[in-house]
């Protein structure tokens, strides 16, 4: 089992940033490709951006290319995304999730845990 804590999401104007963080607790953190997903209202779950087990792989949803990086400190058990230049279009709720296994995955239902998740608002 692997308890996950999403924190780091307010409102912002567009163009600003935001930092949000994942903290995991349970079984070892370093197991587990790590994911950010975002779910605005009336909208599908949909894939941001994750990273491999030891954080040399990375992968990004073409919308957030260039503005969000994740990353993970596996010592800390807690994986991040910077999100610079935000959008309107980026408001929605953000979740982490964890996935056992090597591979990246994009799609949410390969995703064994999630966290509660943390609301990111952007203004225009």
């Known amino acids: 089992q692997v308890q996950l804590a999403e924190s780091g999401g307010g409102l912002v104007q567009a163009g600003g940033s935001l930092r949000l963080s994942c903290a995991a607790s349970?079984?070892?953190?370093?197991?587990?490709?790590m994911g950010w997903f975002r779910q605005a209202p009336g909208k599908e779950r949909e894939f941001v951006a994750a990273?491999?087990?030891?954080?040399?792989?990375?992968y990004y949803a073409d919308s957030v290319k260039g503005r969000f990086t994740i990353s993970r400190d596996n010592a800390k058990s807690t994986v991040y995304l910077q999100m610079n230049s935000l959008k309107p279009e980026d408001t929605a709720i953000y979740y982490c999730?964890?996935?056992?296994?090597?591979?990246?995955?994009?799609?949410?239902?390969?995703?064994?845990?999630w966290g509660q998740g943390t609301q990111v608002t952007v203004s225009s």
């Open positions: 990273i491999s087990r030891n954080g040399f792989n990375t």
């Open positions: 999730g964890a996935a056992p296994g090597v591979t990246i995955l994009t799609i949410p239902n390969r995703y064994d845990y």
């Open positions: 349970g079984r070892t953190f370093s197991r587990y490709v």
